[in-house]
C-alpha cells in the first residue's frame, strides 16, 4: 500500500482487546481509559478490536469500559491467539474500516502482533511507547517511548501513513472506568480465514507454576536494590510487605545477582508500577529504575549514601543502614502507628 493520500478517509482510535482463555486483559482496560482520552482530542469514536471464540460477554465488558464500537471476529481458530490468523484477520479489518490510530499493549502478544500488522498495512509503528498525546495543531498522535537504555525519550510522529500505530507499556496509562448502563455497538467482522492460513498450532497453554508476582495491581511494593547484600535481604522485605498488604519489587541489580526472579523487577526492562507506596530499601536510583516507578503517588527511599539519586524522585527519605531502619519501621507499625509516624520515629 502507498503513502496514504487521503488521510481524512481513516477515523477512529482503535484498541486491540488482547484476551487470553476468555479473559480480557488489564493492559487494554489501560489502552481504552487512553483511547478515550486520544478519542475525545480527535473528535472520534472508540472502538476495541476482539479477536477470540465465544465472546459475547468479552465484547459487553469492553463497552462497559467505555468502547463506542466493538468490532468482533468469533472463530474457533481465533481461540487463542496466533500470528497468522491474528495478523490476517486485523489486517483485513483496517483495510476495510480504516481506523486513525491503532493501539496495542506491549505485552508478548502485542509485541509479536503489532509489528506484523503494520508491516502489512504498511504504516508506522511506534513501539513500547509511555506517553501519548494529540498535536494540538494537526491532531496527529505524539508518541513518546524510552530509547537508548531510556536516556533520551524520543517523541515520534507518523506522517503520511494511516493508521498511526503504538504499543503501549502495560501498567503506565490509567485504567478506564467500568460502567455497566455504557451502551456501545457490536460489529461482526467477515472473517476470511481457513485453516491453512494458520501454520501455528497452540498444542497447550501452560501457566508457570512459580509463584506469580502481581506488581501492576499491587498497591504498596516494597522493593529492594543491591544494598541489601543478599539473596536473604528479601525476606526482610517480604515481612514489611506482608504488614502493609503489599508485594516485593526488585531492581535488576539483584535479578542479576540471582537474589530474586524478574517477575519481580521493577525498570524499564522490568515491570512498570504505580502503587499507592513505593519504598525503595538500597536502590540507587538508576534512570532505568526510575522509570519504572515515578508515578507512584508515594515514594519512600531507604539508602545509606545520603546523595544517592532515589532521594531526588522520592516524597519521604531516610539516609540509614535499611537492616536497621526496617525492623525499626516494622516495630513501629506492629505498635499502631500510621506510616508517616512510623518513619518518623525509624
Ligand atoms: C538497557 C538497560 C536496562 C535496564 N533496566 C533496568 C530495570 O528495568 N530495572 C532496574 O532496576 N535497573 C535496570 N538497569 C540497571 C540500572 O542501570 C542499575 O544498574 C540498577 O538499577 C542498579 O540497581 P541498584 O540500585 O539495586 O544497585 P546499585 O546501583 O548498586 O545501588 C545500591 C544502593 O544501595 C545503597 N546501600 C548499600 N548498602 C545499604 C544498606 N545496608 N542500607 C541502605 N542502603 C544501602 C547504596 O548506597 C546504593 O545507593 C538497566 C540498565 C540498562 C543499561
Redesign the pocket.
Known sequence: MPIVKDLSSYKNVWVFAEQRQGKIMPVSIELLGEGRKLATETGSELCAILLGYNTEDMAKELIAYGADKVYVADNALLENFTTDAYTKVISDAIYEVKPEIVLMGATHIGRDLAPRVAARVDTGLTADCTQLEIDPEDKKILQTRPAF??NIMATIVCQGHRPQMSTVRPGVMSKAEMDESRKGEVIALDIKLAKEDVRTEVVEIVKEAKELVSLTDADVIVA??????KAEGFELLKQLADKMGGVVG??????DEGWIDHSH??????TTVKPTIYIA?????????I??MQSSDIIIA????AS?P?FDVADYGIV????E?VPKLMEALDKGEDLVNALKTA
Do not use: E, P
Request: proline fraction near 0%; hydrophobic fraction near 35%; glycine fraction near 28%.
Open positions: 537504555g531510556g529492594g536494590g543491591k544494598g541489601l547484600g526488585a531492581s535488576r541489580a539483584t535479578v523487577q521493577v525498570g524499564q526492562t522490568g530499601c538500597g536502590i540507587s536510583g538508576a534512570i532505568q529504575h522509570a519504572g531507604i539508602n545509606k549514601n544517592a532515589i540509614g543502614d535499611l537492616y531502619v
